[in-house]
């Protein structure tokens, strides 16, 4: 092959620089991930997207929908406007720029934060050793856990049977749940750069309609919430999200760090929904194992607790799922390929990391 020749085609440039990182990625080993990408070429990245979009009143994915729609409208219209092409040549055209387009995806979602998939486990630098729970410990970490619950939710609303009301958290919740979430990463020795963003995406439901409740974009450098979160939700996933913004690809991992960043708050608001968010995680698993078990001990839960549960369910119901196999799918399919095995159950490795985490320290 003429590679001077290949490389002279600016469709064959973006080929070659997707293969290329996707080999890259492949070859580096682990240490090598944390300590130049993660460490360090990650933070200039940072850096650059703080420059870049750290002044927008709003999401930086509305921008870049923007110009993906004129560039992809440009090369079609580009394309047909040779009319010296049959059908032929003008689909090879199409399929050839689309290559092209895949392979640049890949480089810059790689570049601008993929690689973070190959670092070292949180649990490895935390010094704990997550494993799957009995049931009969599955059972210890929910009564534990509801024991949390319940004394928070009291420390809020005294003996109520409704659904707790919104607290007044101040008026930038993202600013909040950053400074939280900073102080967990201090703790255990992560870099921390300020400026990360967790936008608000309108219109309500653009994520939750696809089961999602917030979504990490590498090409914009920010996390994002769907707007039709119930307010029992919002800070623990603006958490979640950003702990990817600072360089965490793992979404159990990405929870665990949700689940720190609310319990260590000194707001009891915070804390209650770090704790409830984690026992829902905790509820699945176990009603998962034990049914019958679950369906009784959820009768003898207090009558706030059940209200809280039932108003979240109530707001996600609002926005019922489109095409839920396709996008399990689709998303089961992106999670292995960046080293993910366990898919879309990553999400409850949280469990796991929570249990391992109370055991060192004695809880």
Known sequence: MNYRKFLSSPKNIGIALGLLTLLLGWLMPVPFVERFYSRGLFLGVRWLFRVLDGWL????????LLVVLIWLGWGVRRLFKKSELNRRQRLGGALHGLLSFV????????????????????????????????????RDELLM???????????????????????????????????????????????????VRGRTLLPKGILLRFSTAGVYLPFTGEGHVDAGLHHLQLPFVLAHEMSHAYGHGDEGTCNFLAYLSCIHSEDPYIKYIGYLYYWRYVASE??????????????????????????????MDKYPDI???LRDAAYNTYLHSQGIAEGMKNYDRVVMLVAAWRKKNGQ
């Open 323 to 325: 095409l839920p196999e």
């Open 57 to 64: 009143p709003f999401a930086g994915v509305y921008v870049l």
């Open 286 to 315: 176990y009603r998962a194992m034990a049914p019958d078990a679950y369906e009784q001990f959820r009768k003898a839960l207090p009558a706030g607790i059940r209200a809280d549960v039932r108003a979240i369910q109530a707001e």
């Open 103 to 138: 392979g640049v995806v890949v480089f810059l979602f790689q570049w601008l934060w993929g690689f973070n998939y190959g670092r070292v486990p949180l649990e490895r630098q935390m010094g704990i050793e997550p494993r799957p729970l009995t049931v009969d410990e599955l």
């Open 145 to 195: 856990t509801t024991t949390e619950v319940v004394r928070y939710r009291h420390s809020l609303q005294e003996g109520s049977d409704t659904v707790i009301a919104e607290q007044k958290i101040g008026p930038n919740p993202e600013a909040l749940m950053r400074q939280e979430l900073r102080a967990v990463l201090k703790k255990y020795n992560y870099p921390r750069p300020e400026e």
